[in-house]
């Protein structure tokens, strides 16, 4: 059942088209990724998404409802919830602090100490991180805050915005266990990736976007096997022949 | 250390409540008054600095205060208690008409069209003479009364404005230790991420504008009452100037810090009356010397000089 669904989407920046007529269906529960280089228009297609721009035309649909044009916060009482890029934080609030934001609505605020357990279930060493200011802390850690902030207003749908980037390889594992877990519960992820390899292997269905539009899209499966995935985002020839 | 700081705080209260009934220089406690009126004033700049929005109109939302409380007592010929609850409540009318307007825009357009909009009020002031009294003003406006009292002496008058100064510090010290506070804190720090948290920007931003408005308003009818006088020349943007002057010497972090700038600041000029020539000359050379050796204002200076005693 389709749960996510974006009709010839377009959001454009002043006189420049971001995102041309984009159409994305994703299902409940599912992983989908959205890949493409610097550019492409994968960040706005989420940032639509979650509220932060407006679209210009088109229509964001979710759960068989009409979402578009709606604020980030309603967005956020729906269910939708971002961890934008570059595991933004607010680096001299503590780590307890930040992730309390995360439950900032009505909906979810009053379940906010169940909900930081089930975040520290997922990322342990935040707890123990819980009085120290937030920039102080690695890089990777800074990004399981950021992921387990999104996730405390309860989402049905995870954005996650270029997770891996910047990371060391053993991190970008752990987000990697961190999506799968957090799937497993039933959350329905959108991710957007540079690194494909990571995203293809997360995923059930990828589209991969260049200058704002679609140029290919299908399971992840076949995705990692195409010759022009291979050769653009997957390493070229030398993954062909491995 | 609880007991103590109570302690202290009590006698600091005392202190500065009973002063005046004891000291009979008459020109010390006016002093005292503008210092406790433009605290009040400063804290509500200092709402706007905290989320990252300066604004140049408080002059001129100050002077609609100060103008709606002489109208509404002397055209109207309501009593004083009217006129004073209305000039805070023009003041965050009209920060709440025009905040929807003005705070779409960040940075320095946003300083930009706050100073324009001051204009506009001030030329308002100046060209319907009908009304306002053009540059003249409007004389003869009456002094403040509290429960059929007229605030004659001097000494009644400053304890007002102390009540209004204690209260603007003490209403911002409990919003900044509450989540509303720190919500403000992340419009300043990170806008979007806030927003993708849920967190209805512009809301949180035409509240703070409207509290602070408010504010500005409630500074404008005590000084209209306390000069019995108002012109649009007190208005104009170098208000607004003085108040972020204050902010920024006393410290944007604290407002015990806006306290403090206010008490140094609005003294100094006295000091320097036989050179008044000089006065501004000498407020820019105290701007750079504190903005180089501390930035962080006066209250952060006691955060570090209290750091460095508990690194011992």
Known sequence: MTFIKFENLSVHYGPIKAVDNLNIEAEKGSVTCILGANGAGKSTTLRAFSGLVKPSSGRILLDGKDVTGLSSDQMVERGVSMSPEGRRLFPDMTVGDN?????????????????????????????????????????????????????????????????SLGLAPIMIAEVARIVRTINAEGISVVIVEQNARLALQLSDYGYLLETGRTVLEGPAKELQHDEHVKTAYLGGTMAATS | MKTWKILAGLVLAVALVAWPFFVENRFLIHIATMVCMYALLALSMNLMLRIGQLSLAHGAIMGIGAYTSALVMMSLGFPFAVGFLLSGVVGGLVSLIIGPILLRIRGVYFVLLTFAFGEIVLLTFIEWVDVFGGVNGIFGVPRAQIFGFVLKDKALS???????????????????????????????????????????????????????????????????????????????????????????????????????????????????????????????????????????????????????????
């Open chain 2, 158 to 312: 400053y304890l007002m404005a102390l009540a209004m100064a204690a209260g603007g510090f003490f209403l911002l010290r409990a919003i900044y230790r509450s989540e509303f506070g720190a919500i403000m804190e992340t419009l300043e720090d990170d806008e979007d991420l806030a927003r993708s948290l849920g967190v209805n920007a512009m809301a949180y931003r035409l509240a703070v504008f409207v509290l602070s408005g408010a504010m500005a308003g409630f500074a404008g009818g005590f000084y209209a009452s306390y000069f019995t006088f108002v012109s649009p020349g007190a208005f104009n943007f170098w208000a607004a100037v003085n108040l972020i002057v204050i902010n920024v010497l006393g410290g944007i972090a604290s407002p015990i810090g806006v306290i403090l700038g206010a008490a140094i600041l609005v003294p100094l000029p006295e000091l320097f009356r036989d050179a008044v020539q000089y006065q501004v000359l000498f407020y820019g050379l105290a701007l750079i010397v504190f903005l180089k050796f501390m930035p962080d204002g006066l209250y952060g200076l006691i955060g570090k000089i209290r750091g460095k005693r508990n690194d011992r």
């Open chain 1, 99 to 163: 992730l309390r934001l995360g439950a900032y609505l009505n909906g979810t605020r009053h379940s906010w100490k169940s909900d930081m357990e089930r975040v520290f279930s997922y990322f342990p060493r935040l707890r123990e991180r819980i009085g120290q200011n937030a920039g102080s802390m690695s890089g990777g850690e800074q990004q399981m805050c950021a992921i387990g902030r999104a996730l405390m207003s309860n989402p049905q749908v995870l954005l996650l915005d270029e997770p």
